[in-house]
């Protein structure tokens, strides 16, 4: 089993920021992909950006420029650095990682218990 679990969340003006956080653990052999999706209440999941063990990166259009993905391979943890929020920001957010777990190369996703960032004056 694989756990996700992310932090950081919580009630902030427009135009500031905050910064998330998501810790991988559990039976973990190695871990491709990890990113971050947005749902909204009566709106879809939507992704907000995603990174590679590389560290190539991609973004949703409207948080290009604002939102800064990273990683820390060594911690199993990747981070979501959210600047200039807009109340539209508003959402779940939930944290995705695309882990191999043993000696066989498959890999499955999982999904943290997503945390609530709500940009409101």
């Known amino acids: 089993q694989v756990q996700l679990v992310e932090s950081g969340g919580g009630l902030v003006q427009p135009g500031g920021s905050l910064r998330l956080s998501c810790a991988a653990s559990g039976s973990i052999f190695t871990i491709n992909a990890m990113g971050w999706y947005r749902q909204a209440p009566g709106k879809e999941r939507e992704l907000v950006a995603a990174i590679t063990t590389g560290g190539s990166t991609n973004y949703a259009d409207s948080v290009k420029g604002r939102f800064t993905v990273s990683r820390d391979n060594a911690k199993n943890t990747v981070y979501l650095q959210m600047n200039s929020l807009k109340p539209e920001d508003t959402a779940v957010y939930y944290c995705?990682?695309?882990?191999?777990?043993?000696?066989?190369?498959?890999?499955?996703?999982?999904w943290g218990q997503g945390t609530q960032v709500t940009v409101s004056s």
């Open positions: 995705n990682a695309n882990v191999r777990s043993g000696a066989v190369i498959i890999y499955r996703d999982y």
